[in-house]
């Protein structure tokens, strides 16, 4: 009878805690999912989902580019090396 018990009891911790986790992971993988409002869809138009603040303008020929993607010379970040050779031919 106390081996009945104790499996009970051992079931529920575990049926607990399982719930928990459950719910967890479903955060984890769905957590854009819950609370947040659709008010502004509207930028789906814009190209990419790359944060503006890491953008980066090629000082040679215009282009906007991420941060960390172009070729640096001399400080001075360009968005391809024929880029940095017109920047150093200026
Ligand atoms: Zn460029």
Redesign the pocket.
């Known amino acids: 009878m106390r081996f009945l018990l104790f499996s009970a009891i051992v079931f529920g911790v575990f049926y607990f805690f399982y719930s928990k986790l459950r719910r967890f992971l479903a955060q984890l993988f769905q957590p854009l999912n819950t609370g947040t409002q659709h008010a502004g869809d509207s930028g789906t138009k814009e190209p990419g989902r790359i944060n503006k603040g890491e953008m980066q303008q ?1 000082p ?4 906007y580019f991420p941060t960390g993607t172009g070729e640096k010379s001399g400080g001075v970040e ?3 090396v024929s ?1 940095v050779e017109k920047g150093k031919h200026k």
């Not at 040679?60 to 282009?63: A, F, K, L, P």
């Open positions: 090629c040679s020929c215009g282009v360009y968005c391809s880029c």
